[in-house]
């Protein structure tokens, strides 16, 4: 039945019912799988695309001088979800990373970019075939704060961005899933820049504190452009590690993607001098369905309207 019709023979109910019954069965077996219903606004209530985008989730931790080590599950690569064992002593470059897209002066998408040592990549185990699956050998690992869309419901835009109509997910993913979606797929430029951190501050402290501040495995926060977007969530958990206050030209720049560069300037977290961007670094990149495969379908659009 379309859920047009269960719609209406059922009212309000009969669609959360229906959505449900489309959305839960492909979680039945994934033990880690948040709940995946929007948290506030018009769609309250309403299933979330869980299955593309999830915020990550801590399952165990152990601090140490060195940073800790932590088992953390909803690790993205590719379509599927994984539980990696991160060592924070293991990390050899952190990395701010810019992504340009349509329209360009005003649009852009930031994230960090975790690099670990040759010797000490994070092995990832697949979180529902477990050893039946082949592990993910991980070199890099990415922070992307992402808006996530209801089942059914409005596609990613600057203007649609303003309303409540996204959760926010903290999410965590290969590099390589970037590298296929950024460059390969969109064709999009990437420029990064090394952060370079001060005195006691260290790497492995500003990753523990980004895995603090963006716990929130059951995606209770919803995504808005200006008040809790890509860019002041990373600078938000970047100051609190840095005891850096903050004014409201800054808040201002953190605000905005585009000029993000300039609020790392102005901590001296960042050398004028850029990397080699992404779309360099990874010149021959396939897009996301020649790496992966087409993705499997899960939310049917023409079950939803």
Same mark, same amino acid.
């Given at each position: 039945?379309?859920?047009?019709?269960? +719609?209406?023979?059922?009212?309000? &109910?009969?669609?959360?019912?229906?959505? $449900?019954?489309?959305?839960?069965?492909?979680?039945?077996?994934?033990?880690?799988?948040?709940? @995946?219903?929007?948290?506030?606004?018009?769609?309250?209530?309403?299933? *979330?695309?869980?299955?593309?985008?999830?915020? %990550?989730? *801590?399952?165990?931790? +152990?601090?140490?001088?060195?940073?800790?080590?932590?088992?953390?599950?909803?690790?993205? /690569? !590719?379509?599927?979800?994984?539980?990696?064992?991160?060592?924070?002593?293991?990390?050899?470059?952190?990395?701010?990373?810019?992504?340009? %897209?349509?329209?360009?002066?005003?649009?852009? /998408?930031?994230?960090?970019?975790?690099?670990?040592? #040759?010797?000490? #990549?994070?092995?990832? +185990?697949?979180?529902?075939? !477990?050893?039946?699956?082949?592990?993910?050998?991980?070199?890099?690992? &990415? %922070?992307?704060?992402?808006?996530?869309?209801? &089942?059914? @419901?409005?596609?990613?835009?600057?203007?649609?961005?303003?309303? #409540?109509?996204?959760?926010?997910?903290?999410?965590?993913?290969?590099?390589?899933?970037?590298?296929? /979606?950024?460059?390969?797929?969109?064709?999009?430029?990437?420029?990064?820049?090394?952060?370079?951190?001060?005195?006691?501050? +260290?790497?492995?402290?500003?990753?523990?504190?980004?895995?603090?501040?963006?716990?929130?495995?059951?995606?209770?926060?919803?995504?808005?452009?200006?008040?809790?977007?890509?860019?002041?969530?990373?600078?938000?958990?970047?100051?609190?590690?840095?005891?850096?206050?903050?004014?409201?030209?800054?808040?201002?720049?953190?605000?905005?993607?585009?000029?993000?560069?300039?609020?790392?300037?102005?901590?001296?977290?960042?050398?004028?001098?850029?990397?080699?961007?992404?779309?360099?670094?990874?010149?021959?990149? $396939?897009?996301?369905?020649?790496? %992966?495969?087409?993705?499997?379908?899960?939310?049917?659009?023409?079950?939803?309207?």
């Amino acid at each position: 039945m379309r859920l047009e019709k269960f +719609t209406k023979y059922f009212g309000r &109910v009969g669609r959360v019912v229906a959505l $449900l019954a489309i959305v839960l069965p492909a979680f039945a077996q994934d033990p880690h799988a948040p709940s @995946g219903l929007m948290p506030q606004g018009r769609n309250k209530g309403r299933p *979330i695309e869980v299955d593309k985008q999830r915020s %990550f989730k *801590i399952i165990e931790q +152990t601090l140490d001088k060195d940073g800790g080590v932590y088992r953390i599950a909803n690790i993205a /690569h !590719g379509y599927r979800f994984y539980i990696g064992t991160i060592d924070l002593k293991n990390i050899e470059r952190l990395v701010f990373q810019m992504e340009y %897209f349509p329209p360009e002066w005003i649009a852009a /998408h930031t994230q960090v970019r975790v690099d670990f040592k #040759p010797d000490s #990549p994070v092995q990832l +185990t697949d979180q529902i075939c !477990g050893a039946d699956c082949p592990q993910i050998t991980a070199k890099s690992l &990415v %922070f992307s704060n992402e808006a996530v869309p209801v &089942v059914g @419901g409005p596609r990613y835009s600057l203007q649609k961005s303003i309303a #409540p109509n996204f959760a926010l997910a903290y999410r965590l993913l290969t590099l390589e899933t970037k590298v296929a /979606h950024q460059v390969g797929s969109e064709g999009n430029r990437v420029d990064q820049w090394e952060i370079i951190l001060q005195s006691d501050k +260290t790497r492995a402290g500003l990753v523990a504190q980004f895995l603090r501040d963006f716990h929130d495995p059951s995606m209770t926060q919803v995504y808005h452009l200006l008040k809790r977007n890509c860019t002041n969530t990373l600078f938000e958990s970047i100051d609190r590690y840095l005891s850096n206050p903050r004014d409201w030209g800054d808040r201002f720049q953190t605000m905005m993607p585009i000029w993000s560069r300039h609020a790392l300037r102005g901590r001296n977290l960042i050398h004028r001098e850029k990397l080699e961007p992404l779309e360099k670094e990874f010149a021959n990149a $396939l897009s996301t369905e020649e790496v %992966f495969g087409k993705r499997p379908e899960t939310h049917r659009s023409s079950e939803i309207k």
